[in-house]
C-alpha cells in the first residue's frame, strides 16, 4: 500500500531535497507549491525515478483561502512536512503589518488550520507524523529577525503542544530546527559575511538542505517511533 506524504514548500531548495528524500525512502508525495511552477516540475521529474505517484498543488498559503484549497486536494495521507515559509529581515522599528500579517499567514495560521483539517485524514490510517520545519532562531532568537524569529517559535510551541494532544491517536509531531544552511536565502551575504558565520559554527560550515532532509526523515521513519514533542537541531553546534 502507497505512502503519502504532503510537503509543503516543495519547490524551495529544502523542500526539494525533503521531497527527493522522501520519494527514495518509498513515499508517494503531494508536492505544494505557490508561485514556482517551473521548480515544482524540475522536482517532480527528478523524483519521477522512484515510482511513486507526485501531485503537484499549487496553493498561496499567505492567503486566508490557501489552506483551504491545499487540503481540497489531499485525500490519502500518511504524513505532514510543514516548510512553506520566507525570511523577513529588518528591525522591529520598520517592520510593516502587512509584512508582520503574511509572515503569521504563512508560517503559523495555514500550518495550524491545514493540520485541523488533515488530522482526520491521518486518524484514517491510525498512525501517522507530522514534522514542521522552524528554524534555530525559533529556539534562540535573532537580532533584525525579530518578527521571523516569533513565527518560527511559534511553531515549536505548535509541535510541543500538538504533539500531545495527538499522542493518543498514534501520531506523532516533531519539529527540525535548521540553523545556517547553504541555500539560496544565504545568496544577499557576502562571501565574507559567510565566511564569518562558518567560523561561528564548531562544524566550521554551513549545513546543506540534504541534511536537514535527513533529519526530517528520520523524524518520520519507524527509527523514531517512541519520539515525539522534540525539536531536532540541525546546526553544527551553532548557538547551542
Same mark, same amino acid.
Given at each position: 500500500?502507497?505512502?503519502?506524504?504532503? #510537503?509543503?514548500?516543495?519547490?524551495?531548495?529544502?523542500?526539494?531535497?525533503?521531497?527527493?528524500?522522501?520519494?527514495?525512502?518509498?513515499?508517494?508525495?503531494?508536492?505544494?507549491?505557490? /508561485?514556482?511552477?517551473?521548480?515544482?516540475?524540475?522536482v517532480?521529474? /527528478?523524483?519521477?525515478?522512484?515510482?511513486? *505517484?507526485?501531485?503537484?498543488?499549487?496553493?498561496?498559503?499567505?492567503s486566508?483561502?490557501?489552506?483551504? *484549497?491545499?487540503?481540497?486536494?489531499?485525500?490519502?495521507?500518511?504524513a &505532514?512536512?510543514?516548510?512553506?515559509g520566507?525570511?523577513?529581515?529588518?528591525?522591529? *522599528?520598520?517592520?510593516?503589518?502587512?509584512?508582520?500579517e503574511?509572515?503569521?499567514?504563512?508560517h &503559523?495560521?495555514?500550518?495550524?488550520?491545514l493540520?485541523?483539517?488533515?488530522?482526520?485524514?491521518?486518524?484514517?490510517?491510525?498512525?501517522g507524523?507530522? #514534522?514542521?520545519?522552524?528554524?534555530?532562531?525559533? /529556539?534562540?532568537g535573532?537580532?533584525?529577525?525579530?518578527?521571523?524569529?516569533?513565527?518560527?517559535?511559534?511553531?515549536?510551541?505548535?509541535?510541543?503542544?500538538?504533539?500531545?494532544e495527538?499522542?493518543?491517536?498514534? &501520531?506523532?509531531?516533531?519539529? #527540525?530546527?535548521?540553523?545556517? &544552511?547553504?541555500?539560496?536565502?544565504?545568496?544577499?551575504?557576502?562571501?565574507? *559575511?559567510?565566511e564569518?558565520?562558518?567560523e561561528?559554527?564548531p562544524?566550521?560550515?554551513?549545513?546543506?538542505?540534504e541534511?536537514?532532509?535527513n533529519?526530517?526523515e528520520?523524524?518520520?521513519?519507524?527509527?523514531?517511533?517512541?519520539i515525539?514533542?522534540?525539536?531536532?537541531? #540541525?546546526?553544527?553546534?551553532?548557538?547551542?
Amino acid at each position: 500500500m502507497k505512502k503519502f506524504a504532503l #510537503v509543503t514548500g516543495a519547490s524551495g531548495a529544502i523542500g526539494k531535497a525533503i521531497s527527493m528524500k522522501l520519494a527514495s525512502a518509498g513515499y508517494s508525495l503531494y508536492l505544494h507549491f505557490n /508561485q514556482n511552477e517551473k521548480g515544482i516540475e524540475e522536482v517532480v521529474r /527528478q523524483i519521477g525515478q522512484f515510482g511513486g *505517484e507526485y501531485i503537484p498543488i499549487k496553493a498561496n498559503l499567505a492567503s486566508k483561502s490557501g489552506y483551504m *484549497e491545499l487540503a481540497a486536494n489531499i485525500f490519502s495521507l500518511d504524513a &505532514i512536512v510543514h516548510n512553506a515559509g520566507n525570511a523577513l529581515y529588518g528591525l522591529l *522599528e520598520d517592520l510593516e503589518e502587512v509584512d508582520a500579517e503574511e509572515l503569521i499567514q504563512i508560517h &503559523i495560521t495555514s500550518p495550524l488550520m491545514l493540520t485541523k483539517k488533515l488530522i482526520p485524514k491521518l486518524r484514517q490510517k491510525e498512525r501517522g507524523s507530522i #514534522v514542521i520545519v522552524s528554524s534555530i532562531w525559533g /529556539q534562540t532568537g535573532a537580532s533584525y529577525e525579530v518578527a521571523y524569529s516569533t513565527v518560527k517559535g511559534a511553531q515549536i510551541a505548535f509541535a510541543k503542544a500538538l504533539s500531545k494532544e495527538l499522542a493518543i491517536s498514534n &501520531i506523532r509531531v516533531n519539529a #527540525v530546527a535548521p540553523g545556517a &544552511i547553504q541555500t539560496p536565502m544565504v545568496e544577499g551575504f557576502s562571501q565574507e *559575511e559567510i565566511e564569518t558565520i562558518a567560523e561561528d559554527i564548531p562544524s566550521g560550515r554551513l549545513g546543506t538542505a540534504e541534511e536537514v532532509a535527513n533529519g526530517v526523515e528520520f523524524l518520520l521513519s519507524e527509527k523514531s517511533s517512541y519520539i515525539t514533542g522534540q525539536v531536532l537541531a #540541525v546546526n553544527g553546534g551553532w548557538l547551542t
